[in-house]
């Protein structure tokens, strides 16, 4: 049972808390007050406090403060008309595990979220705190090759199948298009995360990521691409470190380039997908890639080509390229109108069950190949693969 006190002092959330009411795992209780809401606080731990836009957010950021550092085991939600930046930065510093707008959902789906911070379920070995998420990197050194089509897709069609809980990183601080492709408005972006990205943990992480209907979550790119750009390489650390704890798969979206960014992720990745295509300038970029990655060090077992629109009626084949690659292609997807349709719509191809296209079965095939990557952590057990490099 999610135990909530909902403090909503000028009656502002009256339609959102007969929803919440209404939740067969939630016990919701209704106080108009934070010296109420402090009380109860004080007589019970593993409670979930959501603080109406009533309530001056000065009150709420020294409530949450105050419960803070009493070591109590709440969890704090703050509702607001329009969750700004500035606001958002204030409200995590002060304690706030999440804000959100007064949406009835999204009050839901943060309720449920914060709950687990404060009280997760009973899990056997391999639960959070020992979890090692797999980091899926979707790279190539050419643009408009489907890297980001195929990293999409991938993650969604993770996160739809086996109960899996996937994050999706868009590193691609230049083009950054994940949000466009799932139909997501870029409301918290990793800019809104950097100024507290040297203290960020998995529950900190959890409020920067934007849902998904798939179910997978989003860290968007920022709209500003420069504040972006100057993550280090311990920052980077540190959201990969929350981001494994948080998901079976990370699936990133990366600059088309050999960028410093871009080779500190490819460090964190289990699995690199390389894109290209049945052109030569694009199997050229490609060759000098394969050529890179393995003067960098990383197992030839690890990286994953994968060839698009491979039907194409071109004076090349795939049988030639991997002759000329002399690297195995993975996955062959062709081409399909579909696929800019689906761009355009913000609805991942790999969403449609009933889909029978060449194309989808060539998503679904990408899927099942980085399933069954290993994360790190077993690439370093005794009699498992070689790790990737650690930069």
Do not use: W
């Amino acid at each position: 049972m999610i135990e909530t006190i909902l403090v909503d002092e000028n009656n502002k959330l009256a339609a959102a808390a007969k929803r919440l009411g209404k939740e067969p795992e939630v016990k919701l209780s209704i106080i108009s007050s934070l010296s109420e809401a402090e009380a109860l606080v004080d007589q019970q731990s593993g409670l979930v406090v959501v603080i109406g836009p009533g309530t001056p957010v000065e009150a709420a950021v020294s409530f949450t403060e105050r419960v803070g550092r009493q070591g109590r085991k709440t969890g704090c939600i703050l509702i607001a008309e329009k969750p700004a930046a500035d606001l958002l930065r204030q409200a995590l510093r002060a304690g706030f595990k999440d804000v959100v707008s007064p949406d009835a959902q999204e009050i839901i789906d943060a309720v449920r979220r914060v709950h687990e911070t404060i009280a997760p379920p009973a899990k056997a070995a391999g639960d959070q705190a020992n979890r090692s998420g797999r980091v899926i990197t979707f790279f190539s050194t050419k643009g408009g090759v489907g890297k980001t089509v195929f990293a999409v897709n991938t993650a969604v069609g993770l996160a739809k199948t086996g109960g899996r809980r996937v994050i999706i990183l868009d590193l691609d601080h230049q083009f950054g298009d994940v949000g466009v492709m799932l139909g997501l408005r870029p409301e918290r972006t990793i800019t809104d995360l950097i100024p507290v990205i040297d203290r960020l943990d998995a529950d900190m992480l959890k409020g920067f990521l934007t849902n998904h209907s798939s179910g997978a979550q989003v860290l968007l790119a920022s709209v500003r691409r420069e504040a972006a750009e100057k993550i280090t390489e311990a920052q980077f650390a540190k959201l990969f470190a929350a981001a494994r704890q948080l998901a079976d798969f990370i699936v990133v979206d990366t600059p088309a380039a050999f960028v410093e960014n871009t080779l500190t992720v490819l460090d964190h990745s289990d699995c690199i997908c390389l894109v290209t295509t049945l052109d030569v300038p694009s199997v050229k970029k490609t060759q000098i890639a394969l050529q890179t990655l393995q003067l960098l060090g990383y197992p030839e077992g690890n990286i994953k080509l994968l060839l698009n629109r491979a039907d194409s009626k071109v004076s090349l084949s795939p049988t030639e390229v991997e002759g000329h690659l002399k690297h195995k292609i993975a996955v062959q997807i062709p081409s399909a109108l579909h696929v800019p349709r689906s761009v355009n719509e913000g609805a991942p191809l790999i969403m449609d069950n009933g889909s029978r296209l060449p194309v989808t079965a060539a998503l679904n095939q990408i899927v099942t190949l980085v399933s069954s990557v290993s994360s790190k952590r077993e690439q370093a057990a005794p009699g498992g693969k070689v790790a990737l490099s650690e930069g």
